[in-house]
């Protein structure tokens, strides 16, 4: 056991990855854990989490240390998606399609997916919806004024935003915004009861929000327009269309990842600015000098994606430690971005940190979040208008979290002003 500067004791053994349980404990001492993790000589072996629709597997190694994260990351071809970047478990290939589409596919089938929507996430598009993303946030505001304070931030404000601004640029009509919505919940709870209901028909409700998106995206594919549906269903690779189940799949990717991260470091922004206020007073000093480090140094503390998997595709030495063909690793963007080697104090939340990079849109590489632009954008957009019209905005409370250890998500957050 090692006592670590945030003053609490944990021990080797008493840490499992796996465990829903562990991501439940508090805050200092999850730290504290990974911390004892990332001075460890390897990575450490976890045990699989069991789940009813896939075989048992061997484990996997908790990546937690800034280097490794960013070398896999770099390494692709030796640290593969393509067996899986979103589960732990093996599932079948068409179940981890299905839901993953190109995150869970290797190059060159990926880089010829990717490009069909790449240019519409170019800071350059992303500008064009400037004026859409500014619209939105300020409605979002005007009715949060309406509704006063206690009501909560994360259906009020955080979620609004990603959930419009991704349906407006997919071409989806407002009517079905709720759909997605809950859809997209289901998808990446993680096993969350207040989603699953029974956590044992997990797989049966997985499959149901995708067969909704899927009926959507299905519906959609005539209407027309100038949208990312269209770029999908007219996009061309090696002479072929996407099938239908393709479509469908690169519809619940994008409709999931564009929505869930956005919104989660949307309302830990507020929650840190709330326990920082200090913070808080320095963004506001310089805002537009200093939003973007905000941004980032948001994204860096919160994590809204704590790991993705990478599988071994043979055997390779990396930072001294051999990895083995067919191993499985996670690499924890959540440790990495307190790795102490790469961050001063890693605990504090500090707008103008000048250390890192961090990689809380995953290390570089071919699976760099292909929404980051927008991303900042909409979270940018959404504090300046929160801070200038409501200055006294707060998080009343603890966050009421996500019970996953794959999304650091927040379901709940009341807010005062
Ligand atoms: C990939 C995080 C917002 C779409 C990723 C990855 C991370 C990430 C860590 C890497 C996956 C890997 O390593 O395998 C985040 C965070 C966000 C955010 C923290 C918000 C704060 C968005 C938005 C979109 C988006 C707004 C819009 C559609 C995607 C897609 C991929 C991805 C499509 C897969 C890219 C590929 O496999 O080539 N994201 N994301 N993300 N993200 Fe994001």
């Known amino acids: 056991a090692v006592l670590v500067e945030v003053g609490v004791t944990v021990s080797l053994a008493e840490i499992d990855l796996s ?52 070398d896999a990351s770099r390494n692709a071809e030796v640290f593969c998606s393509g067996r899986g970047a979103v589960n732990v478990q093996d599932l079948p290939v068409e179940f981890n399609e299905y839901f993953g589409s190109m995150i869970n596919m290797d190059d060159p089938r990926h880089a010829r997916l990717r490009r069909i929507v790449s240019r519409a996430f170019t800071p350059k598009m992303i500008n064009q919806f400037e004026a859409d993303v500014q619209a939105e946030a300020t409605r979002i505001v005007d009715d949060l004024l309406v509704k006063g304070p206690g009501c909560d931030f994360v259906t009020e404000v955080a979620a609004r935003l990603p959930l419009k601004i991704i349906c407006d640029m997919m071409g989806i009509p407002e009517e079905h915004h709720q759909t997605v919505f809950e859809a997209s919940n289901i998808i990446l709870s993680g096993g969350d009861p207040e989603f699953m ?19 959507l995206v299905v519906s959609l594919a005539d209407a027309g327009g100038d949208n990312l549906i269209t770029s999908l269903t007219s996009a061309n690779i090696d002479g072929e269309k996407l099938t239908m189940q393709e479509l469908g799949s690169f519809f619940i990717l994008l409709v999931v990842a564009g929505n869930e991260t956005t919104r989660n470091a949307i309302s830990h922004g507020l929650h840190l600015f709330t326990e920082n206020p200090g913070q808080r007073a320095l963004l506001m000093e310089d805002f537009e000098g200093r939003v973007g480090g905000a941004v980032e140094e948001i994204v860096r503390v919160a994590s809204p994606v704590t790991w993705m998997r990478r599988t071994v595709t043979r055997d390779h030495e990396m930072n001294g430690h051999l990895y083995r063909e067919g191993d499985k690793v996670l690499l924890f963007y959540w440790s990495a971005n307190r790795d102490e080697s790469v961050f001063t104090d890693p605990h504090r939340f500090d707008v103008l940190r000048a250390d890192g990079p961090h990689v809380g849109f995953g290390g570089p590489g071919p699976h760099f979040c292909l929404g980051a632009h927008l991303a900042r954008r909409e979270i940018t957009v959404m504090f300046r208008e929160l801070f200038t019209r409501i200055p006294q905005i707060r998080a009343a409370g603890e966050p009421d979290r996500l019970r996953s250890s794959f999304i650091n998500g927040i379901k709940h957050l ?4």
Do not use: K, N
């Open 414 to 417: 009341t807010c005062d002003f």
């Open 197 to 215: 209901e029974d956590p044992g028909r997990a797989a049966e409700l997985l499959l149901g929000a995708g067969q909704r998106l899927q009926d």
């Open 19 to 70: 465990d829903l349980a562990f991501w439940e404990r508090p805050m200092a001492e999850r730290e504290a854990a990974f911390a004892l993790l990332r001075a460890q000589p390897g990575p450490v072996l976890f045990p699989e989490p069991e789940i009813s629709f896939a075989p048992p597997g061997r484990g996997y190694h908790a990546l937690v240390r800034h280097a490794d994260v960013v």
